[in-house]
């Protein structure tokens, strides 16, 4: 971790309840601005690189990411949630705990939702072949198969 001294006593708390969970975080502060502000995501992948886990770059114009333990679109939810003006700290603590939360498995709802579909299709189609073998099972015979003709009554 890289802070400011007053700072790094409310960062090691997300840091080590990030360990208690099993995830890797690793927090940056830098006070020199930087444009374009992906700057910030380029320090953080650089680094996340060597180190694994989560990396979070706080600058003053800016915030970059990179993680391996959670979802682009996870951090991405995480950081567009988090309340501006407040501190650094209180910045990465709603970052890690929204990237934390339980979230919905899209991968699995999809296939879910394939299966679904594609089993309604089957017994749809199913159940319109049905009415017709139906019906020309329940026909009355040919007035020709009946055996008499109607010019010899």
Do not use: C
């Amino acid at each position: 971790m890289s802070a400011p001294a007053d700072q790094v006593p409310e960062l090691t708390k997300v840091v080590k309840d990030a360990e208690a969970d099993g995830h890797d975080l690793y927090l940056v502060v830098i006070d020199e601005s930087f444009s374009p502000f992906t700057v910030y995501r380029d320090i953080a992948h650089e680094i996340q690189t060597s180190t694994g886990g989560t990396v979070l770059v706080f600058g003053p114009t800016g915030l970059g990411t990179s993680s391996t333990d959670f979802s682009r679109v996870q951090i991405e939810d995480a950081t567009s949630e988090m309340h501006k003006g407040v501190s650094i700290p209180q910045q990465a603590r709603e970052i890690y705990d929204k990237a934390t939360q339980p979230n919905v498995d899209w991968t699995l709802t999809t296939i879910v939702l394939i299966v679904v579909v594609v089993i309604g299709a089957v017994v749809a189609r199913m159940l319109a072949r049905r009415p017709k073998a139906a019906a020309s099972d329940d026909a009355p015979p040919d007035a020709g198969d009946a055996g008499s003709s109607p010019d010899e009554v």
